[in-house]
């Protein structure tokens, strides 16, 4: 069964500080997607990346696919209160086409 | 363009009554996904259709679920009889095909608490 961790689950943090969540399987996954979720609403994909060692900017946002395609990470550099949310990792089987959720971080960014 | 519909948005029912989630996906959209959403287990893949057929329905927790795709325009997720325990919120999601590296759009949930 493959499975996806996410650390840390909360993370509470002043606005313009830098953070970092990471995402760790012990199984090798064709892509990873990152989603960010606000309350009462469903997940938008905010990336996704398929080559291992890949780095994607968005912004103030980093997404890093690990070498050996079983894990990755967001950076966020000077967070803003609009970046307060739920991001969850998915990691995509090329056999199935589905994902695997992990359980996900929830920022706080206090002004 | 409209999203993912789902309906309704919110359900109160008592244990032991039928429950039924709808989902319209994004139009042309070939792949439709019903996950449900609890603090501790986190999002879940439920069931799975690619051109209205059912790929994978491991994830239904139990036979009182039952998911069906009549159409491309139309799904619904069913449970009989429904129990506290089902209490979550439930998305329905939709993607172009299904490809690992496709985008998934999710609708706006529907929560449901059995009482």
């Known amino acids: 069964t493959q499975l996806l961790e996410q650390s840390p689950q909360f993370l509470s943090i002043q606005e313009g500080e830098n953070l970092t969540v990471y995402c760790n399987s012990s199984s090798v996954f064709s892509s990873l997607q990152w989603y960010r979720q606000e309350p009462g609403e469903g997940p938008v994909l905010l990336v996704t990346?398929?080559?291992?060692?890949e780095v994607k900017k968005l912004k103030r946002l980093t997404f890093q696919f690990g070498d050996a395609r079983k894990d990755s990470s967001l950076h966020i550099t000077a967070a803003q209160p609009g970046d307060t949310g739920l991001y969850l990792c998915a990691g995509g089987s090329s056999n199935t086409g589905k994902l695997i959720f992990g359980q996900g971080t929830t920022l706080q960014v206090k002004p | 363009d409209a999203g993912v519909i789902q309906s309704p948005r919110h359900e109160v029912t008592e244990m032991g009554q039928e429950v039924t989630l709808r989902c319209k996906p994004i139009s042309g959209h070939n792949s439709l996904f019903w996950y449900r959403q609890t603090m501790m287990r986190g999002l879940e893949l439920l069931i799975y259709?690619?051109?209205?057929?059912?790929?994978?329905d491991s994830g239904m927790p139990e036979d009182r679920f039952s998911a069906k795709m009549p159409n491309a325009s139309f799904s619904t997720l069913k449970i009989q009889p429904s129990e506290p325990r089902d209490s979550a919120v439930y998305f329905c999601?939709?993607?172009?095909?299904?490809?690992?590296?496709?985008?998934?759009?999710f609708g706006p949930g529907t929560r449901l608490l059995v009482l």
């Open positions: 999601a939709s993607s172009l095909a299904l490809q690992y590296q496709e985008t998934q759009y």
């Open positions: 990346v398929v080559t291992g060692g």
């Open positions: 259709f690619n051109n209205n057929v059912p790929i994978d």
